[in-house]
């Protein structure tokens, strides 16, 4: 799984990350957001893996996505995406939310047989819907705060709480974590990442052209996509959007510093009873 080859290589990538770290670019408001308080460590991890993708990664998948025609890659990542319906289940079911971990653990037995392995989707001609699912979004749901948040050396955007959920108890949720043969799993794994990677290819253009700091337009993306996630796509406003002129329906706030004006009442009415 993923997390087995960033426990391997976390503190070398970080080492080489530490070293480059005179190469990133690190604006003078750096830190000053909230959400990113350690933004000059995490650009410097930024600037390694952008490094790395550029030369290793990205060329690679182009190279894949040359080879293989687009009907094998759809297969590949759809064999992928079954592979983590179990863990789409398990997290539901965390989440209060047994429904969706029936229909995934359904999704999951039709897909591997009748769809074989999950090259293609019957379950969802059958009205079982994909959901995307896992532990990180499962401490956000029961209410553990993102924290900080963080790039992982080669994995990229995360939080404190993704990299937990995610990089620590996820992978145990994932088939390729019990495949006993290195060499098999070593290889599903690289598949995996490099089909990855190749999936994202259409967006670098999107981000290169959008983006005036690259850095922060991917981590604000994430971050963003990330709440979304956790609450099914209809994500509260946040605390600091709540405010007596958002209220539905409510009055505008007064403005302490204008004094409201009294007006008399006309010569001969009568003055109210006091209460």
Not at 11 to 20: D, F, K, R, W
Not at 107 to 115: I, L
Not at 198 to 205: M, R, V, W, Y
């Given at each position: 799984?993923?997390?087995?080859?960033?426990r391997r290589?976390?503190?070398?990538?970080?080492?080489?990350?530490?070293?480059?770290?005179?190469?990133?670019?690190?604006?003078?408001?750096?830190g000053?957001?909230?959400?990113?308080?350690?933004e000059?460590?995490?650009?410097?991890?930024?600037?390694?893996?952008?490094?790395?993708?550029?030369?290793v990664?990205?060329?690679?998948?182009?190279?894949?996505?040359?080879?293989?025609?687009?009907p094998?890659r759809?297969?590949?990542?759809?064999?992928?995406?079954n592979?983590?319906e179990?863990?789409?289940?398990?997290?539901?079911?965390?989440?209060?939310?047994?429904?969706?971990?029936?229909s995934?653990?359904?999704?999951f037995?039709?897909?591997?047989?009748?769809?074989?392995?999950?090259?293609?989707?019957?379950?969802?001609?059958?009205?079982?819907?994909k959901?995307?699912?896992d532990?990180?979004?499962?401490?956000?749901?029961?209410?553990?705060?993102?924290?900080?948040?963080?790039?992982?050396?080669?994995?990229?955007?995360s939080?404190?709480r993704d990299?937990?959920?995610?990089?620590?108890?996820?992978?145990?949720?994932?088939?390729?974590?019990?495949?006993?043969?290195?060499r098999v799993?070593?290889?599903?794994?690289?598949?995996?990442?490099?089909?990855?990677?190749?999936?994202?290819l259409?967006?670098?253009?999107?981000?290169?052209?959008?983006?005036?700091?690259?850095?922060?337009?991917?981590?604000?993306?994430?971050?963003?996509?990330?709440?979304?996630?956790?609450?099914?796509?209809?994500?509260?406003?946040?605390a600091q959007?709540?405010?007596?002129?958002?209220?539905p329906?409510g009055?505008p706030?007064?403005?302490?510093?204008?004094?409201?004006?009294v007006?008399?009442?006309?010569?001969?009415t009568?003055?109210?009873?006091?209460?």
């Amino acid at each position: 799984m993923l997390t087995s080859l960033f426990r391997r290589s976390a503190a070398p990538l970080s080492i080489v990350a530490m070293v480059l770290s005179g190469c990133a670019t690190v604006p003078a408001d750096s830190g000053n957001d909230a959400r990113d308080p350690i933004e000059s460590f995490n650009r410097q991890v930024f600037e390694f893996n952008d490094v790395v993708d550029r030369a290793v990664l990205k060329p690679v998948a182009q190279a894949y996505e040359y080879v293989l025609p687009e009907p094998v890659r759809d297969c590949i990542s759809n064999i992928f995406s079954n592979f983590r319906e179990p863990s789409n289940a398990v997290n539901n079911l965390l989440q209060g939310k047994p429904i969706d971990a029936v229909s995934d653990t359904c999704r999951f037995v039709v897909n591997s047989t009748v769809g074989l392995l999950g090259c293609f989707d019957p379950a969802r001609q059958m009205g079982l819907e994909k959901h995307n699912e896992d532990f990180g979004q499962t401490l956000g749901r029961w209410g553990i705060g993102t924290g900080p948040y963080l790039v992982v050396p080669i994995l990229g955007p995360s939080t404190v709480r993704d990299a937990i959920g995610i990089y620590g108890a996820e992978p145990y949720l994932d088939i390729n974590f019990y495949i006993d043969n290195i060499r098999v799993r070593n290889a599903i794994l690289g598949t995996r990442i490099v089909n990855q990677r190749a999936e994202l290819l259409p967006t670098d253009d999107l981000i290169s052209g959008a983006a005036l700091d690259k850095y922060r337009f991917i981590r604000d993306g994430y971050l963003q996509r990330r709440r979304s996630l956790v609450y099914d796509g209809s994500p509260p406003p946040a605390a600091q959007e709540v405010s007596p002129s958002t209220s539905p329906g409510g009055p505008p706030p007064a403005d302490p510093s204008v004094k409201k004006e009294v007006v008399p009442p006309p010569s001969g009415t009568p003055a109210p009873a006091s209460k």
